[in-house]
C-alpha cells in the first residue's frame, strides 16, 4: 500500500508564500496522476491542482496564476508551491495519486494552511 506524506504547511500572513510537499514511499509501474485538494471547515475537498505527468497541469480558477505543482520523479516528491496566498486559502490541503493504469486512490493524511489577514 503506497504512502503520501504531507509537510510544509502552517501559518502565514496574507500576500506571502508556502511551498507544501508530499513524499511517496513507492513508485508505481504505468505512473501516477498527482493532485492537491484542499477541504476547508463546512465545504467539499476540492481540487486544487493536478499533474498527469503528460502536458500542462491543471489548476482550479481560484489558484491559478498563483499555485504552482511540480514532481521530482527521482526523488518520488509533489510540491506545491502557493504564493500571493490569501485567507480564503486557508484549508487542510491533501496530496493524491491516482494510478495511471487502474485508477486507484491514495491520500496523505492532510496538512494545515493557514492564512492570516
Known amino acids: 500500500q503506497m504512502q503520501l506524506a504531507e509537510s510544509g504547511g502552517g501559518l502565514v500572513q496574507a500576500g506571502g508564500s508556502l511551498r507544501l510537499s508530499c513524499r511517496r514511499s513507492?513508485?508505481?509501474?504505468?505512473?501516477?496522476?498527482m493532485a492537491w485538494y484542499r477541504q476547508s471547515p463546512g465545504k467539499e475537498r476540492e481540487l486544487v491542482a493536478s499533474?498527469?505527468?503528460?502536458?500542462?497541469?491543471e489548476y482550479s480558477v481560484s489558484v491559478k496564476g498563483r499555485f504552482t505543482i511540480s514532481r521530482d520523479i527521482s526523488k518520488r516528491m509533489t510540491y506545491l508551491q502557493m504564493n500571493e496566498l490569501k485567507p480564503e486559502d486557508t484549508a487542510v490541503y491533501y496530496c493524491?495519486?491516482?494510478?495511471?493504469?487502474?485508477?486507484?486512490?491514495?491520500w496523505g493524511r492532510g496538512i494545515q494552511v493557514t492564512v492570516s489577514s
Open positions: 499533474d498527469s505527468g503528460h502536458g500542462d497541469p
Open positions: 513507492e513508485s508505481i509501474f504505468g505512473g501516477l496522476t
Open positions: 493524491n495519486a491516482k494510478t495511471n493504469i487502474d485508477r486507484r486512490l491514495y
